[in-house]
Structure formats: structure tokens, C-alpha cells
């Protein structure tokens, strides 16, 4: 059975300061994809970035990066010199090989105070 | 330019009522899904189709009808509103390649449900 946690519900820091938001998964299945969106205040839900099970390299896009570790089942994502925009619901995902839908954790609030 | 677009963005409504959403992608994706996220913020999986046939329906009540009629449109019918149906309703799109290699789920903007 697929299975994402997101053990942070909530995460308060004031701008400037690094964040990491952790996300561990369960799956079977030996070949998925790993996701993380973000949900702003306005509601809307914004990919970020998708990872393949057989692909383990760090990626940086930014001030964002990712770290996957599947000896952990994990597919951390730490923003630097957070911003207040950076404010959103974010959300780790999971899809095994094949499979027609996306896992959801429970997401976690992200609140970055000027 | 929107890529999933979704009618209408807020739905008030009396319990027992029928209604639907529309949901239209012109990313050209052969998969639409349907999505619902509860008061707590947890996003659940409905429905998913590919090519017009319905693939996943994950335990939903009958009174969710899904209906695609092309490629590019999945709308939602749900029936006998109830309170407990009051959610944030998102759908999807993904293209489907050979040996079930699974693009990027693209959301819409999400249809807001309150049932009074």
C-alpha cells in the first residue's frame, strides 16, 4: 500500500531563515515517482517538482532544493533564505509505476513572518 | 493560456440539491482526475479517466456521477447534496506514455462546495 507522512503539520520561522520540510513514504513497488506541491493562500495547487524512484540526485531550483534518500524512504525539500511568498500548504505526493493517482500527505503549513 | 480550468470557482448550495463542476484542459493530456480535499486539508483521489473510460473510482458514493465527454473535459455530477460533501474539489490532468509512464498531474484552480 502506498503512504506518504508528513510528521510537520504546522512550521513558523521568520524570513531569512533555512526550512526543511520532511516528507517519508511507503510504497512496494520498486519504480515511482515522488512530488511536492505548493498550496498559496489563493487556494490553487502548483507543482514544484517530480522525482523518479531510479533517479537519487539532489536537485536545486533556486532557493529550493530537494534531497531524496531512498535508503530512508524520504524526499526532504529545504527552502533558503525562506520569504514571506513562501507562505503555502505544502504537500509531498507519491505515485507507484502504473498507477492512475497521486498519494497525498498531509501537508504542512508553511508561515514565514517578516 | 489556462492549462486545467474548472466552473464554477465557488458553489453555494442547499442540501438535497443537485449539481455539477466543469473541468476543460487543453494540454492536450490523454488522463483527468478528480481530487477532493476536506476541511482539514487532505487531498483524496475520486476519479480518473483515460480516453473517456473511467479507470479509478475510489469508494466515492454513487451520487458522484463523473462524466467525460471528450479527451479534454471531465465534468462531476453529484446528486441529494449533503453537508459532509462541503469540500475543495480539484481536477486534474496527466498524459499517459508507453509502458505506463506517468507525466506530471497538472490541477486546476479547485471548486470551492459549501452545502448549507
Known amino acids: 500500500a502506498q503512504k506518504v507522512t508528513q510528521a510537520q503539520t504546522e512550521i513558523s520561522v521568520v524570513e531569512k531563515e533555512d526550512v526543511t520540510l520532511d516528507c517519508v513514504y511507503e510504497t512496494r513497488d520498486t519504480t515511482y515517482y515522488l512530488f511536492w506541491y505548493k498550496q498559496p493562500p489563493s487556494g490553487e495547487l502548483v507543482f514544484l517538482i517530480r522525482r523518479n524512484s531510479f533517479d537519487e540526485q539532489n536537485e536545486i531550483s533556486g532557493r529550493y532544493s530537494w534531497n531524496f534518500q531512498k535508503s530512508t524512504s524520504s524526499f526532504n525539500f529545504t527552502i533558503t533564505a525562506s520569504q514571506v511568498v513562501d507562505s503555502a500548504v505544502y504537500f509531498c505526493?507519491?505515485?507507484?509505476?502504473?498507477?492512475?493517482?497521486?498519494?497525498f500527505g498531509q501537508g504542512t503549513r508553511l508561515t514565514i513572518n517578516p | 493560456d489556462t492549462a486545467v480550468s474548472q466552473t464554477p470557482k465557488y458553489l453555494v448550495t442547499q442540501m438535497g440539491n443537485d449539481k455539477s463542476i466543469k473541468c476543460e484542459q487543453n494540454l492536450g493530456h490523454d488522463t483527468m482526475y478528480w481530487y477532493k480535499q476536506d476541511s482539514k486539508k487532505f487531498l483524496k483521489i475520486m476519479f480518473s479517466?483515460?480516453?473517456?473510460?473511467?479507470?479509478i473510482n475510489e469508494t466515492v458514493p454513487n451520487r458522484f456521477s463523473p462524466k467525460s465527454p471528450d479527451k479534454a473535459h471531465l465534468n462531476l455530477h453529484i446528486n441529494s447534496l449533503e453537508l459532509g460533501d462541503s469540500a475543495v474539489y480539484f481536477c486534474a490532468s496527466s498524459q499517459l506514455y508507453r509502458q505506463l509512464k506517468r507525466e506530471t498531474q497538472y490541477f486546476g484552480p479547485g471548486t470551492r462546495l459549501l452545502v448549507l
Open positions: 505526493a507519491l505515485s507507484e509505476w502504473g498507477a492512475q493517482k497521486l498519494v
Open positions: 479517466y483515460n480516453n473517456k473510460e473511467l479507470i
